[in-house]
T-cell receptor, first 113, second 112 residues
Framework: DVKVTQSSRYLVKRTGEKVFLECVQD?????MFWYRQDPGLGLRLIYF?????MKEKGDIPEGYSVSREKKERFSLILESASTNQTSMYLCASTWGGGGEKLFFGSGTQLSVL | TQLLEQSPQFLSIQEGENLTVYCNSSSVFSSLQWYRQEPGEGPVLLVTVVTGGEVKKLKRLTFQFGDARKDSSLHITAAQPGDTGLYLC????????????FGTGTRLKVLA
């Protein structure tokens, strides 16, 4: 079974801190995604990557950056965390060439105080 | 404006009851997916529907894609506490893209 692992289940940070959220998948998937999930708003795409060192902005990229130096790892970076970035962050991956099924990690609940 | 509208937003029912949740849009889709997210976990794909009018069954869950491919429904027969979770519909953002768009979800609670 595909495994998508997010490094932290819960994270508490202070305003202004630099925050790294890590995601690793073990199925050689080309495509990886970062979503945030907020009550009443569903899942909103922050960034996605279709290959190593390649990235595209999603719907809400402001305040975030990403890094994909290796195929299996996709990192989400909050350069200067703010309270409005308190949210559940979900990483997902899928294979290229028309892969239809997204595989999700268990999520990281980030609280910015 | 939300591309995918789901209703109801919340649903609390007793074990054994039947229910239907809906996913609607004004746009036509080539395919649509349903995911279930259990508390503390990420969403897991339940089904993909592709053809207008298509009906797929997964045990007590019945999924239907509208004839015009603009809407979909999920019907659960004899709900059980294990069905509790957030049900999300999703579509691909367009041909040639791997961007997935999700609805706002229906949060279901089944009471024993």
């Amino acid at each position: 079974d595909v495994k998508v692992t997010q490094s932290s289940r819960y994270l508490v940070k202070r305003t202004g801190e630099k925050v790294f959220l890590e995601c690793v998948q073990d199925m050689d998937h080309e495509n990886m995604f970062w979503y945030r999930q907020d009550p009443g708003l569903g899942l909103r795409l922050i960034y996605f990557s279709y290959d190593v060192k390649m990235k595209e902005k999603g719907d809400i990229p402001e305040g975030y950056s990403v890094s994909r130096e290796k195929k299996e790892r996709f990192s989400l970076i909050l350069e200067s965390a703010s309270t409005n970035q308190t949210s559940m962050y979900l990483c997902a991956s899928t294979w290229g060439g028309g892969g239809e099924k997204l595989f999700f990690g268990s999520g990281t609940q980030l609280s910015v105080l | 404006t939300q591309l995918l509208e789901q209703s109801p937003q919340f649903l609390s029912i007793q074990e054994g009851e039947n229910l239907t949740v809906y996913c609607n849009s004004s746009s036509v889709f080539s395919s649509l997916q349903w995911y279930r997210q259990e508390p503390g976990e990420g969403p897991v794909l339940l089904v993909t529907v592709v053809t207008g009018g298509e009906v797929k069954k997964l045990k007590r869950l019945t999924f239907q894609f509208g004839d015009a491919r603009k809407d979909s429904s999920l019907h659960i027969t004899a709900a059980q506490p294990g069905d509790t979770g957030l049900y999300l519909c999703a579509i691909r953002g367009g041909s040639g893209t791997y961007k997935y768009i999700f609805g706002t979800g229906t949060r279901l609670k089944v009471l024993a």
